[in-house]
């Protein structure tokens, strides 16, 4: 069973900056797409972003395009979301998913990754990231 751990979450300021990431000490993230999402108080589950087992496919809900980067070194089994210029809304509980995902495209199969809870195996418990003056 696939365990993934997040760290890096904790409380800042408006405008501030954080980093999370996502690692597992039993396996290894090599050859699976990860996803992160969201829970803020009284809303459902947003996916946040994700990114291709290979690195080479990322995508970020509209809401923080331009303010975070996910990035994995698959050297080190770690994925990272780095979050700049956070604000309120972007208060809540992040959580990392991880699932083997492809697709068919032009030229054959290609590693992909969701933007939706419904594909990923496997879950972290979850961080909280708090975002306050």
């Known amino acids: 069973q696939l365990q993934l751990v997040e760290s890096g979450g904790g409380t800042v300021q408006p405008g501030g900056s954080l980093s999370l990431s996502c690692t597992t000490s039993?396996?290894?993230?090599?050859?699976?797409?990860v996803g992160w999402f969201r829970r803020a108080p009284g809303k459902e589950r947003e996916g946040v972003s994700c990114?291709?087992?290979?690195?080479?496919?990322?995508n970020y809900t509209d809401s923080v395009k331009g303010r975070f980067i996910i990035s994995r070194d698959n050297s080190r089994n770690m994925v990272t979301l780095q979050m700049n210029n956070l604000q309120p809304e972007d208060t809540g509980a992040y959580y990392c998913?991880?699932?083997?995902?492809?697709?068919?495209?032009?030229?054959?199969?290609?590693?992909?990754?969701?933007?939706?809870?419904?594909?990923?195996?496997?879950w972290g418990q979850g961080i909280q990231v708090t975002v306050s003056s």
């Open positions: 039993r396996a290894t993230l090599d050859n699976l797409a």
């Open positions: 998913a991880a699932t083997m995902l492809f697709q068919i495209g032009s030229r054959g199969l290609q590693a992909a990754c969701a933007m939706f809870p419904d594909p990923y195996n496997y």
């Open positions: 990114i291709s087992s290979t690195g080479g496919r990322t």
